[in-house]
């Protein structure tokens, strides 16, 4: 596996080599150097469900693919719910921040009744779009300086849990 690939799966891989149990106690002080907690991979569910290839790209690694294998919820209503890899979003125009791109992909949608957030007015998207550029850009800083440290598979049984 790639040093490249997100987090989360280098995680969730590793993991799934780990036969030892970790008690609460274990884990509280092994995740603590890493500012992470138990309730982390909460984080991560809820991290990942709108993810795009584009923003992988920006806050995680530049050379992210298409073929990422991180499931997220198809933004097209009429299609499966959930798509096996973070889905890239051509947009009419490019911007130097994320933020314009996620306005710009809610704001080229709004009127799709089949497309974006179901039920939801035009400010609850924008507004959810702007929060997970926020989440992804603490989470971007803090994946970087994790990748720069060695996780234990006794920190990832951990996570797991």
Not at 5 to 14: D, E, F, K, R, T
Not at 46 to 68: I, P
Not at 125 to 141: C, F, T
Request: glycine content about 6%; some cysteine; hydrophobic content about 40%.
């Amino acid at each position: 596996m790639s040093s490249k690939q997100p987090l989360v799966l280098i995680i969730v891989l590793l993991s799934l080599y780990v036969s030892r149990t970790v008690t609460l106690d274990d884990c509280k002080q092994l995740l603590e150097p890493f500012n992470l907690s138990k309730d982390t991979g909460r984080v991560f569910g809820h991290g990942l469900h709108s993810l795009t290839v584009n923003d992988l790209r920006f806050y995680f690694d530049e050379k992210a693919g298409e073929k990422n294998g991180i499931p997220t919820v198809n933004f097209n209503l009429s299609g499966p719910a959930i798509l096996e890899n973070a889905q890239f979003i051509k947009l009419a125009h490019d911007y130097f921040t994320p933020a314009y791109s996620a306005l710009d992909h809610v704001l080229s949608n709004i009127d799709d009744p089949i497309y974006g957030v179901k039920n939801a007015n035009a400010l609850d998207m924008i507004a959810h779009a702007l929060h997970m550029q926020e989440l992804w850009s603490v989470s971007g800083k803090a994946y970087k300086g994790l990748k720069r440290r060695i996780l234990t598979r006794r920190v990832c049984k951990c996570l797991e849990e």
